[in-house]
C-alpha cells in the first residue's frame, strides 16, 4: 500500500479522504488543512489524523493528493515533487502555462509521477464507449450547472468547460488549429456561461457550452463521424450509438434504411455497449496506485493536464 496525505479538506477533500481511507491500494496517513479550525473539525468528526504542518506531511508520505484552491496547485505540488513524492493534482492543474511547465521539469527531474483529476475520464458511460469513438469530425458538449457560490473563483472555463476540453483532447489525435470563444460575467466576477469553437487541423470542429447559472444541470456530449453518432450523457451515465453500414441486397421488414441523393443506401443499426456503475473519484486515485505500482504513465498524465490548460486558457483570452 503506498503511503498517502491529502491537502486540503474542504468539500471534495473530504470525499478524497473517505475513499482514501477505504481503499486497498492506499495507506491513509493523514491530511493537512491550513485552516487549523477545519481541520481539527473534519479529524475529530472522522477520525483522520490532522497535520498541522505542511512539511511534516509531505515528509510521512509517498503520494500528495492536492485538493486545494487552484491557485495553491502549483506551490504545493512543486513542494511535494521537489522531496521525491507522487502527486496527483485536482483540476486544472496549475493557475498558468507556465506553472505547468515547470511541473513537467520537476516529474522528470526528481523522476515521480503526477495525474491530473480530470475524472470524467472515468466517468462509465465515457469509458464505455471511449474505443467506439474515432476520428470524429463535429463534436457537441453541454455543461451546465446551477449555481453554486464554490468555485466561482475562477471563469466558468477552468471550473466546468475544462472537463470538456480534456474529454475532446484525448479522442482528436490533432493540434489545434483556431480558437473563437465569447463568455458573459452574469453574477461573478469572472464569466458564468461561455461558448467556445475549437478547430483542429485535421477539419475536426468541437462546440463546447458551458454555464454555471442554469435552472438545471446537464453534462452531454456528442461526437459525428463517419458513419456513426455517439451520445455521451456524463450525468445521468448513459450512453446513445447509431451506426450506420451498406444496406444488404435484401433487407427486413423492420431495417431501418436510409438512401442519399446519389442512391447508395446504408442501414441504420445500434448498439448498446455495457456501463458498469463505479465511483469514478476513487477508479482516479487507483488508477493512479497503479501507474505509480506499475511505472507507466498514469491516465491523465501532467502532459495532458497542461493541454487542457493551455486550450482553456486560450478560450478565455479569446473572450
Request: hydrophobic fraction near 40%; glycine fraction near 6%.
Amino acid at each position: 500500500m503506498l503511503k498517502v496525505g491529502v491537502l486540503g479538506a474542504g468539500h471534495l477533500g473530504k470525499i478524497h479522504l473517505r475513499l482514501l481511507a477505504e481503499s486497498k491500494e492506499y495507506q491513509l496517513m493523514g491530511f493537512y488543512d491550513p485552516d487549523a479550525i477545519n481541520g481539527r473539525k473534519v479529524a475529530a468528526e472522522f477520525g483522520y489524523t490532522y497535520y498541522d504542518s505542511l512539511p511534516k506531511l509531505i515528509k510521512d508520505v509517498e503520494v500528495v493528493d492536492i485538493v486545494t484552491p487552484t491557485l495553491s496547485h502549483f506551490d504545493c505540488a512543486k513542494r511535494a515533487m521537489n522531496e521525491g513524492k507522487h502527486v496527483f493534482i485536482e483540476k486544472p492543474i496549475t493557475n498558468t502555462l507556465e506553472e505547468a511547465e515547470e511541473l513537467l521539469m520537476i516529474e522528470k527531474r526528481q523522476k515521480v509521477k503526477g495525474q491530473v483529476g480530470h475524472v470524467e475520464r472515468f466517468n462509465p458511460a465515457f469509458t464505455a464507449v471511449k474505443d467506439m469513438v474515432n476520428n470524429p469530425m463535429f463534436i457537441e458538449t453541454h455543461r451546465l450547472a446551477e449555481f453554486n457560490p464554490r468555485g466561482t473563483d475562477v471563469p466558468v472555463v477552468l471550473d466546468l468547460m475544462i472537463h470538456d476540453i480534456d474529454i475532446i483532447l484525448s479522442v482528436v489525435n490533432s493540434e489545434v488549429k483556431n480558437i473563437m470563444a465569447s463568455g458573459v460575467s452574469v453574477i461573478s466576477n469572472s464569466p458564468d456561461i461561455a461558448n467556445a469553437r475549437i478547430e483542429f487541423e485535421n477539419g475536426c470542429v468541437a462546440n463546447l457550452t458551458a454555464s454555471r447559472i442554469s435552472l438545471k444541470n446537464m453534462r452531454k456530449s456528442r461526437f459525428f463521424q463517419r458513419d456513426a453518432y455517439i451520445s455521451v450523457d456524463f450525468l445521468e451515465k448513459q450512453v446513445e450509438v447509431v451506426k450506420m453500414k451498406d444496406a444488404p441486397e435484401k433487407t427486413g421488414e423492420f431495417d431501418m434504411i436510409l438512401q442519399n441523393a446519389e442512391g447508395q443506401k446504408k442501414q441504420i443499426y445500434f448498439e448498446n455497449p455495457e456501463i458498469y456503475a463505479n465511483n469514478a473519484i476513487k477508479d482516479e486515485l487507483e488508477s493512479f496506485a497503479l501507474s505509480i505500482r506499475n511505472n507507466i504513465e498514469p491516465k491523465v498524465s501532467l502532459l495532458q493536464g497542461g493541454k487542457a490548460l493551455g486550450v482553456a486558457l486560450k478560450i478565455i483570452d479569446a473572450f
